[in-house]
T-cell receptor, first 110, second 113 residues
Framework: DQQVKQNSPSLSVQEGRISILNCDYT??????FLWYKKYPAEGPTFLIS?????DKNEDGRFTVFLNKSAKHLSLHIVPSQPGDSAVYFC?????????FGKGTLLTVNP | EAQVTQNPRYLITVTGKKLTVTCSQN?????MSWYRQDPGLGLRQIYY???????DKGDVPEGYKVSRKEKRNFPLILESPSPNQTSLYFC????????????FGEGSRLTVL
């Protein structure tokens, strides 16, 4: 049972444009959600989080939106930069566990 | 520097030869966890620990053991490795037991022949 789904394996955008990465979840018990970024040969690094009682959290170029009724969240990156090229993981947390999606490879073209 | 350190970073071994991947964190974190990353499957949790001597299974615990004898260390033990355990392994930790961001190590790439 895949509790966190990232249905787009990859996404390609032009530098300066908006990147939108999507995530759907099935577990209504998630208390919070985290986005991680991963470069090759490195461990994932934390990017931004949102509590299940919020609908938006913003940090610089990164904004996460949560739609609880649709069990959907999205990560917006504006403007996108070539250094943002990485795999992005969506995750949901509850009961001492953090469950990750399969990831989306974002490529930002100069 | 605050970090999660895993060793070895790379290992090639043979089926059935016991091995241990060590993990140590210097942030006095309560919670530690192991994940494996496989192509097309993302990050899947193997085991986690909420405190010393308190461990529990994640989503894919079969074939693995862990121990938490000290707060800073959380080794992953493969008693009899098999080729399906060929993977990229990540150790992670966080301050609080039930919430917050995880800090990840750099990963250990294990190949079982």
């Amino acid at each position: 049972d895949q509790q966190v789904k990232q249905n787009s394996p990859s996404l390609s955008v032009q530098e300066g444009r908006i990147s939108i990465l999507n995530c759907d979840y099935t577990n209504s018990m998630f208390d919070y959600f985290l986005w991680y970024k991963k470069y090759p040969a490195e461990g994932p690094t934390f990017l931004i989080s949102i509590s299940s009682i919020k609908d938006k959290n913003e940090d610089g170029r990164f904004t996460v939106f949560l739609n609880k009724s649709a069990k959907h969240l999205s990560l917006h990156i504006v403007p996108s930069q070539p250094g943002d090229s990485a795999v992005y993981f969506c995750s949901g947390g509850s009961n001492y566990k953090l469950t990750f999606g399969k990831g989306t490879l974002l490529t930002v073209n100069p | 520097e605050a970090q999660v350190t895993q060793n070895p970073r790379y290992l090639i071994t043979v089926t059935g030869k016991k091995l241990t991947v060590t993990c140590s964190q210097n942030m006095n974190h309560e919670y530690m966890s192991w994940y494996r990353q496989d192509p097309g499957l993302g990050l899947r949790q193997i085991y986690y620990s909420m405190n010393v001597e308190v461990t529990d299974k994640g989503d894919v615990p079969e074939g693995y053991k862990v121990s938490r004898k000290e707060k800073r260390n959380f080794p992953l033990i493969l008693e009899s490795p098999s080729p399906n355990q060929t993977s990229l392994y990540f150790c992670a930790s966080r301050l609080a037991v039930d919430t917050g961001e995880l800090f990840f190590g750099e990963g250990s790439r294990l190949t079982v022949l």
